[in-house]
């Protein structure tokens, strides 16, 4: 759940006797470049959105609309916030001190979507006379923190698809599940938006049970944010080629950006199980099954957000059915856990996988064991508000919102 092109695991020459498979997790492979004109024309802010485009006309009487994203009842700009004018459909992150700006706006009437974690969703309409530019002052709402004491009892809550709106009967999983979607959104939003390329070093690990032996290997590559590969039902199993282990098959899994995809909410269900204990803080978590009826190869797992901020901390995937595949899958599974990069925006930082490879000849027990840990990262034409250029950033970097609003 983390990249755009998904985990990719794949199988190679020395797993298991007579079969020509091996084990490997591996990150996105995609070389399609998908430059973003939209990102080249960011300001330095990079909060700001140009619209008008080269070979577009620009409409007379068109104006800035600009705006103050700020806390209900407090008054405290919130930073990194979503916005978004429809039917423009041009979206940003707010900057630092929560502005925004979106130049060339024709006259008429639009809807104006502002989404942040934590706080409910805000939906207004505007509108937009000629030659006057637009001034807001946006308040949000935080979310009610009801939930901090919700405890999950038997008998366990029942498992629900999610209707072609993504619409939950249960409203604490509706709650729960929609701040899942706005990470997911908000991944997408700087994946897109403001691509990136990416270093990540792995380990690949064949380890004998019985014995704490490993055989390993380690090496390093570099990938793009902006891949094109996207979840399909029963489509998680593909073939490819690899510079590692030769012809070798692929296991796609989807990632944090698939949870804002109908085509993988309508494919499986998800139920709220409580706050839980997370690594020593509190954190809400969702479990999502595949299909019952799919009979392919696809996944299921957990997702745990931060019980104050509804930031993502980690996402567990299991592969389903892998036994119907030759030579089998089975007992493949996937953790990945995340850091924040920016105030509430999150990108992987780990990614850990372990699958069962054995029995061998003589019956003993082997696992394939791999880590990709995130070294650094670099935007391609210019990043969120608060990043550096085209300069590598170290991955344990923090780059922080400033302590106060500034003055006026």
Not at 200 to 229: F, G
Not at 290 to 318: M, N, W
Request: proline letters at 6%.
């Amino acid at each position: 759940m983390l990249q755009d092109a998904s985990l990719c695991f794949a199988q190679g020459s020395d797993t298991l006797p007579g079969l020509s498979y091996h084990t490997q997790t591996d990150v996105m492979k995609s070389s399609r470049l998908l430059f973003m004109f939209l990102a080249t024309l960011a300001c330095a802010g990079d909060a700001k959105v140009a619209l008008g485009q080269a070979g577009e006309t620009l409409v007379p009487g068109s104006v800035t609309v600009a705006g103050a994203i700020v806390a209900d009842g407090t008054g405290v700009p919130i930073p990194f916030t979503t916005v978004r004018i429809q039917p423009l459909g041009r979206e940003r992150f707010s900057d630092r001190n929560g502005s925004f700006a979106y130049y060339a706006i024709p006259p008429g009437r639009y809807e104006l979507q502002v989404r942040m974690l934590g706080f409910l969703p805000l939906d207004t309409t505007i509108y937009v006379a000629a030659n006057n530019p637009l001034a807001l002052t946006i308040a949000m709402v935080r979310i009610p923190t009801s939930l901090e004491a919700v405890t999950v009892s038997a008998p366990p809550r029942r498992c629900i698809f999610p209707d072609e709106m993504g619409f939950v009967e249960d409203p604490e999983l509706a709650l729960v599940l929609n701040e899942a979607r706005k990470n997911a959104q908000r991944e997408q939003l700087l994946r897109q938006t403001y691509p990136f390329e990416y270093r990540m070093a792995q380990s690949h690990d064949t380890h004998d049970v019985a014995t704490a032996r490993s055989s390993l290997q380690y090496d390093t590559a570099t990938y793009r944010s902006d891949a094109a590969w996207r979840y399909r039902r029963g489509r998680v199993v593909s073939d490819d080629h690899s510079k590692l282990f030769g012809e070798v098959r692929l296991m796609r899994l989807p990632t944090l950006a698939d949870l804002a995809d109908r085509h993988f909410l309508s494919s499986h269900c998800f139920k709220y199980s409580g706050v839980v204990d997370e690594r020593g803080s509190r954190a809400h978590r969702i479990d999502f099954l595949t299909d019952s009826t799919l009979v392919a190869p696809d996944v299921e797992g957990s997702i745990f957000l931060d019980s104050a901020t509804y930031l993502i901390k980690r996402a567990q995937f299991r592969l389903t059915r892998g036994g119907t595949v030759k030579p089998a899958i089975l007992g493949l599974e996937v953790t990945t856990t995340y850091r924040e990069i920016l105030p509430n925006v999150a990108l992987f930082d780990e990614i850990r996988s372990v699958q069962p490879v054995g029995p061998d000849s003589n019956g003993g027990r082997r696992e394939f064991r791999e880590v990709q840990r995130l070294m650094s990262y670099r935007f391609l034409y210019g990043g969120p508000s608060g990043t550096t250029g085209h300069k590598w950033i170290p991955a344990d970097s923090v780059l922080t919102a400033p302590a106060s609003p500034p003055g006026g």
